[in-house]
Nanobody, 121 residues
């Protein structure tokens, strides 16, 4: 059973960048489709980006051109590069693992504890 641990969140100003990392243990990352989701206070969890086992990616329209998901299977790590951050990006960011391709959070069986990203204007 894979365990996921996110890191890299923080408090930044609008326009700044962050790189989130998600390290997997107890399993081989290359086996899974990996996704990033976020949840702002008082809102539902929403899809951010997903990367296939083959490396193909898909990003939500709200982050396309600003965020980039990538993976390093040798390091058992998935990344989310966040550029040109906006206040509306403020949320807890979660990585998750699934055995199938999906943008729906309910299809992901393994989750990290989340990392807080706060963007001030």
């Amino acid at each position: 059973q894979v365990q996921l641990v996110e890191s890299g969140g923080g408090l930044v100003q609008a326009g700044d960048s962050l790189r989130l990392s998600c390290v997997a243990s107890g399993g081989t990352l290359r086996t899974y489709t990996m996704g990033w989701f976020r949840q702002a206070a008082g809102k539902e969890r929403e899809f951010v980006a997903v990367i296939r086992r083959s490396g193909g990616t898909y990003h939500a329209d709200s982050v396309k051109g600003r965020f980039t998901i990538s993976r390093d299977n040798a390091k058992n790590t998935v990344y989310l590069q966040l550029n040109n951050l906006k206040p509306e990006d403020t949320a807890v960011y979660y990585c998750a693992a699934s055995l199938s391709w999906s943008t729906r959070w309910s299809d992901y069986g393994y989750w990290g504890q989340g990392t807080q990203v706060t963007v001030s204007s």
